[in-house]
């Protein structure tokens, strides 16, 4: 199709900015969706921002738990697809599709009769925020399907090389959600003012369209997607092959999320601002972060692909073509964050009173973003190879860190700034041991298999 570019044969760096750019461009309008969401809950008031952000958590769990399928698909697809073997990229796209669809189940079940005490974990003295982060949690948890299958969709369709579908959908997806959230949450003609519970309305409504976007392009795509047969029987040793690189992966991304809430907990020590601040933080950096994500998902399916053709020297060319993007998006990005980042927290929190503690957490984790789009690239590549162990090993090691190290320096003259700083260093120490990790792992790969090094 022309919508897929050709990753096999050309020029390296053509091939990958000709996928990455829609992808970063999605992950961009992700980032978009996100601080569409959080500008116009800021208007409302900083404990909306909070409650948001705490039930916001148990729904991001929902990529460590999609990453169960999803990395493994996307792994699978791609190097199927590369080896020309387009009917055994559908079946393992059908099983990437139906184990994410019995997770999605089980947790949305579970966030539907447990929504209070997840609440409950943060601690929040203020009854306001505690209703509010119950509503949100409860209308997106009973919708979290979208959460799982927009994403699984998005990836699968990389994998072949085709990233300008999953581009077209999200901006569609963001469309919507610009429109609506304004409408449900401050109200228009008919519909009343919600609030938080409209906010998570109008993102149901437009990750659904996402979600009937996908499927309608599935269905037509004569190549791959359109031999699913998504009610057909799991096909259990596929299945095996998905999970076993997908597991690690996901229990990285669970670790993640559950470091995360832990240390909201900590954070909220400071109050129910300081949460505020780093939820809208976390978005502002997800700049770089959503970015970085996109191109390394763009390497993840140029080099899984020439892996499963035999290209071996060009997926080995074309990690190194992606690490010199990701170097100078880092270095840009850091000075983004550090120059500027007192008109970057006014557009979401305009309070002048909260506005230093948003500029602190900015400059402070800027300077760790060079090694965190590293970070994310390597783990990206070792994926590729499906090998994500080493990955997983170092992101929960050292993001595990962060607790202790956030409660020993939240003690110091630092304060709360202590664990803006734990943050930023654990992604340092990321950046440059997954690194040198990969450069090990390929060195032996180099020797098993004995191909070019030029």
Do not use: H
């Not at 189940?105 to 579970?110: A, N, Q, R, T």
């Not at 840009?332 to 503690?357: G, M, N, Q, S, Y």
Request: some cysteine; charged content about 15%; glycine content about 8%.
């Amino acid at each position: 199709m022309d919508t897929r570019v050709n990753l096999l044969e050309g020029n390296i760096l053509k091939s990958l900015v000709s996928v990455s750019l829609p992808i970063m461009a999605t992950s961009l309008l992700q980032m978009a969706y996100n601080m569409t969401d959080m500008i116009w809950i800021g208007r409302i008031g900083s404990d909306s921002v909070a409650a948001v952000g705490a039930a916001g958590m148990f729904v991001q769990l929902t990529t460590g738990l999609c990453s169960f399928s999803r990395v493994g698909g996307q792994v699978k697809v791609a190097q199927s697809f590369g080896a020309k073997k387009y009917s055994l990229a559908a079946e393992y796209a059908k099983n990437t599709v139906q184990i994410g669809i019995i997770i999605s189940i089980i947790y949305g079940l579970f966030l539907s009769l447990f929504y209070k005490g997840c609440i409950e974990f943060f601690k929040f003295t203020n009854p306001f925020v505690i209703k509010e982060a119950e509503i949100y949690l409860r209308v997106m948890g009973a919708f979290i399907i979208f959460n799982f299958l927009n994403p699984i969709f998005t990836a699968i369709i990389t994998a072949t090389g085709n990233s300008k579908t999953p581009f077209k959908i999200s901006t569609v997806g963001l469309i919507c959600n610009i429109v609506l959230d304004p409408l449900f949450i401050f109200g228009f003609g008919i519909i009343p003012r919600l609030n938080v519970l409209g906010a998570a309305i109008a993102t149901v409504i437009a990750q659904a369209i996402v979600c009937i976007l996908y499927i309608i392009y599935l269905s037509k795509d004569k190549d791959v997607f359109s031999k699913i047969r998504i009610f057909k029987k799991i096909n259990t040793k596929l299945s095996k092959d998905i999970i076993k690189i997908g597991l690690p992966a996901s229990v990285q991304g669970i670790m993640f999320t559950g470091i995360s809430m832990t240390l909201g907990r900590i954070i909220a020590v400071w109050g129910e601002t300081a949460i505020a601040v780093q939820k809208v933080g976390v978005q502002v950096e997800s700049i770089s972060y959503m970015a970085a994500d996109g191109f390394a998902s763009a390497t993840n399916s140029f080099i899984a692909q020439n892996y499963g053709a035999g290209n071996l020297n060009r997926a080995k060319k074309g990690f190194s073509t992606a690490l010199k993007v990701m170097i100078y998006w880092g270095i840009a990005t850091t000075a983004i964050l550090v120059i500027l980042p007192a008109p970057i927290f006014k557009i979401f929190i305009p309070d002048e009173t909260i506005i230093p503690l948003g500029v602190d957490y900015l400059r402070i984790l800027g300077y760790s973003q060079l090694f965190m789009c590293i970070e994310i690239l390597t783990a990206g590549a070792f994926s590729a190879y499906g090998n994500t162990l080493p990955p997983s090993l170092v992101s929960i090691i050292f993001t595990g860190l962060r607790i202790p190290a956030s409660i020993l320096m939240g003690k110091t003259v630092l304060g709360l700034n202590g664990v803006w700083w734990s943050i930023s260093m654990s992604s340092v120490f990321k950046g440059i041991i997954l690194l040198i990790l990969f450069i090990l792992f390929m060195n032996k790969f180099n020797k098993n298999f004995g191909f070019n090094k030029n």
